[in-house]
């Protein structure tokens, strides 16, 4: 599998840069988590995230090894943003290459909910409302 990962500041893009498929993939799956206008029960103008960079780099890329043995892909491409994040952005873009879609989907979905579980990144605040 090849993994990129890559934590920054900065926006990301709307067309991210992808896995590039080899000649045996059959899907190709993308995700973007949206801050969304609504934390709890107010309205928000956005989060903030904050990480410890080098033990959340190596438990991702635990995480995607871990994920690759039970549902094999062939590249991932994860972009997680850092600092404010504003409503509708994205705080997080994942690209998955497989060879079926099921396995594209299921590492992408056991990803997500073990990086909410056992990643360093956190929401360490949110913006006030426009």
Do not use: C, S
């Not at 991702?60 to 600092?83: E, F, K, N, W, Y």
């Amino acid at each position: 599998m090849r993994l990129h990962v890559q934590l920054t500041p900065e926006p990301i893009p709307a067309t991210p840069p992808a896995p590039a498929p080899g000649p045996e993939t059959g899907a190709f799956v993308e995700f973007r988590g949206l801050v969304r206008g609504i934390e709890g029960d107010r309205a928000i103008g956005g989060l903030v995230y904050e990480a410890y960079q080098p033990m959340a780099e190596r438990e991702i890329a635990r995480i995607a090894d871990a994920l690759a043995a039970d549902h094999p892909v062939q590249a991932v491409h994860i972009v997680h943003r850092l600092g404010p994040v504003p409503v509708g952005e994205a705080a997080i873009y994942l690209g998955v290459a497989a060879r079926h879609r099921a396995e594209a989907f299921a590492f992408l979905a056991g990803f997500m909910d073990l990086l909410k579980k056992d990643v360093p990144i956190w929401k360490t605040n949110t913006l006030p409302a426009a």
